[in-house]
């Protein structure tokens, strides 16, 4: 059964970093896009970026663009999402989803990473 | 990109059906099949109810269905369960390798 595995709860600073790690398991890591998507505490959903595994080429939401970085390590069939100059509103769950086969929808996805930004 | 506009909450009695709306302009709604709807129970990470508009991926129920006209794509729960009180949110891709997620809709069901 295909799985996402997420890393565990971070609290950073304002003005962090913060790195957030996605396992694949049970299919070909690099056939599919893993795209990562977030939610602040209440609020809904916010698509970020994707990055194909295969290639490493990656695309980003413009809000993003200047802080976000994703990459992969195929050894061992794992993504990473970095955001940088943490700020309190960037405290939300952070949740990466499959693509498959580039289809323009997400399933399945991880269980999410909370990620809480506070002095 | 603007958020997919749905509306905060619907509501419905067992059994009954209901709607929810996902409108998007300049938001790739209208210009490509490729919308999909997504369930959140609280605390939970969201599941794939629909994809390209229309399709049910194996395992969802049969009273899931989605539709689309110009740029307004629509998720129908028929047959309204207890269990479908949820959050509900659209997602379309917009072009240029970009997407864009809706709102979200609170399903309470009365």
């Known amino acids: 059964q295909v799985h996402l595995l997420q890393s565990g709860a971070e609290v950073k600073m304002p003005g962090a970093s913060v790195k957030v790690s996605c396992k694949a398991s049970e299919y070909t890591f690099t056939f599919h896009y893993i795209h990562w998507v977030r939610q602040a505490p209440g609020q809904g959903l916010e698509w970020m970026g994707r990055i194909n595994p295969d290639s490493g080429g990656t695309n980003y939401a413009q809000k993003f663009q200047d802080r976000v970085t994703m990459t992969r390590d195929t050894s061992i069939n794992t993504v990473y999402m970095e955001l940088t100059s943490l700020r309190s509103d960037d405290t939300a769950v952070y949740y990466c989803?499959?693509?498959?086969?580039?289809?323009?929808?997400?399933?399945?996805w991880g269980q999410g990473t909370l990620v809480t930004v506070s002095s | 990109q603007s958020a997919l506009t749905q509306p905060a909450s619907v509501s419905g009695s067992p059994g009954q059906s209901i709607t929810i709306s996902c409108t998007g302009t300049?938001?790739?709604?209208?210009?490509?099949?490729?919308v999909s709807w997504y369930q959140q129970h609280p605390g939970e990470a969201p599941k794939l109810m629909i994809y390209e508009v229309t399709k049910r991926p194996s395992g969802v129920s049969n009273r899931f269905s989605g539709s689309k006209s110009g740029s307004t794509a629509s998720l129908t729960i028929s047959g309204l369960q207890p269990e479908d009180e949820a959050d509900y949110y659209c997602c379309s891709y917009a072009g240029s390798s970009f997407y864009v997620f809706g709102t979200g809709t609170t399903v309470t069901v009365l």
């Open positions: 989803a499959r693509d498959p086969h580039d289809r323009n929808w997400f399933d399945p």
């Open positions: 300049n938001s790739g709604v209208g210009s490509y099949n490729l």
